[in-house]
């Protein structure tokens, strides 16, 4: 996952976001594609962008659910502080994945509380057999959340910093303070903060904020998640009473050498090993035969409970795709279609516009009932002309 908050939401880059994609959302395309990476969802309100990735194999196995937006500014009308949530289910389990910007400053933080429980009671999803949030197998939750270290001034506060006590500030850290008084809060699991806070600082720079404000450091980048069912306690690796389900943070760090922002980023690496609860995807494709630029067929078999619709597509891919658009072409399944079974159907693309290359391939059924890839090809290749020579009684023969 990436997120972002304080984008540049300024009228023109709206309007220009929306008619292309987003830098922000191009870059990160840029370079995770190469690593076979592939953007499943995002979702974006005004300065908030979460992106969702996703190794290719395992498109079959993630639905999207649904995609969401909270505004929490000017009463619950503006969108500059607030969360963006996209829900999904991973290999059977329902996952949520929440980014958010609460309010500034450090006298607001009874305001962060309700916008936090405002956000929370916002992202259930109507429609599907476990709708509340809370009874979801994951939630991940991060972002500006802007809470401060109250009581201690600002000489002590960098004083500590500089001495590496970060546990003298951890006491006075109000996030730390509410999950001590609030069950429910307290449900939300963080690592250990030992890097130095990550706010605010003079930008282009290392140096904490020299202006005439001179606001206290604090840690406002946070990272949690919370494990249903989970007993509350100390520990960083949680297990689900009724299910395969385990989820482990490696690593929680700051990474000070970025200064474009007056914050520093902040990154969460966790390991998650699950007992799949889908372990068939419900579309396999076949690509028939010898793959040349022309027509080609291409065979898929459905699982009993799938419902196909007439607007279903089956998309043809270079690896290393950046997303599901990213085709190559494509061919509606109700269209071209060949024969069909209860199990079985055969389409044909027409690929003749595609340049020769050696570059591999793989097919993406999408289906629109479900918005997500159901089913996804082994890689190959698409053999050129060259590759095909004429015999004497004008039969095409592979060449050796």
Known sequence: MRSLQEMNCGIMSLLSDTAFEDPWSSFFMDVLSPLSFVKVSSVRMQGLLLLVFAK?????????????STPTGLFGYWGNKGGVNICLKLYGYYVSIINCHLPPHMANNV??????????????????????????????????????IEDL????????????????????????????????????????????????FDKNS???????????????????????????????????????????????????MYTVSDHKPVTGTFDMELKPLVCVPLITLVPEGLWTTEDMLISYFLTPDFISSSWDWIGLYKVGFRHINDYV???????????????????????????ETKDQFLLCYYSNNLRSVVGISNPFEIQPHAFLEKDPLGEAQPQI
């Open 111 to 148: 305001q962060r509380l309700e916008h936090f429980d405002r956000i929370l009671e916002m992202q259930n999803i109507e429609g599907h057999s476990i709708p509340n949030i809370l009874d979801h197998d994951l939630i991940l939750w991060f972002g500006d959340m802007n809470f401060r």
């Open 206 to 256: 290392d140096n904490y904020d020299t202006s005439e404000k001179k606001r206290k450091p604090a840690w406002t980048d946070r990272i949690l998640w919370r494990l249903k069912r989970q007993p509350p306690t100390g520990s960083h690796t949680r297990r689900l009473p009724a299910s395969d389900f385990y989820l482990s943070l490696k690593s929680y760090i700051s990474h000070m």
């Open 153 to 200: 001034g600002l000489h002590c506060v960098r004083e500590a910093i500089k001495n590496r006590c970060y546990c003298d500030l951890w006491q006075k850290d109000q996030l730390s303070i509410a999950k001590r008084r609030d069950p429910l809060l307290r449900e939300f699991q963080e690592g250990p903060l030992l890097f130095p806070p990550t706010y605010k």
């Open 56 to 68: 290719y194999q395992h498109l079959p196995f993630i639905q999207i659910l649904s995609t969401k």
């Open 329 to 355: 072409c494509y061919v509606w399944v109700k269209d071209n279609e060949v024969s069909f079974s209860d199990e079985l159907n055969q389409v044909y693309i027409n690929i003749s516009d595609i340049p």
